[in-house]
């Protein structure tokens, strides 16, 4: 198992701080993607 901690704390304190706002949208998008069979 990954321990994705470190990770988002790394990112959270550098210039990718705002990539974790729409991260949550954009895996949603690609669940609902995969959902509907859209490859």
Known sequence: M??????YS???KNHLS???E???AQIANWQRE???GLF
């Open 34 to 36: 995969q959902q509907h």
């Open 18 to 20: 705002h990539w974790l």
């Open 22 to 24: 729409t991260l949550p």
């Open 2 to 7: 990954i321990d994705f901690g470190n990770f």
């Open 10 to 12: 790394l990112i959270a």
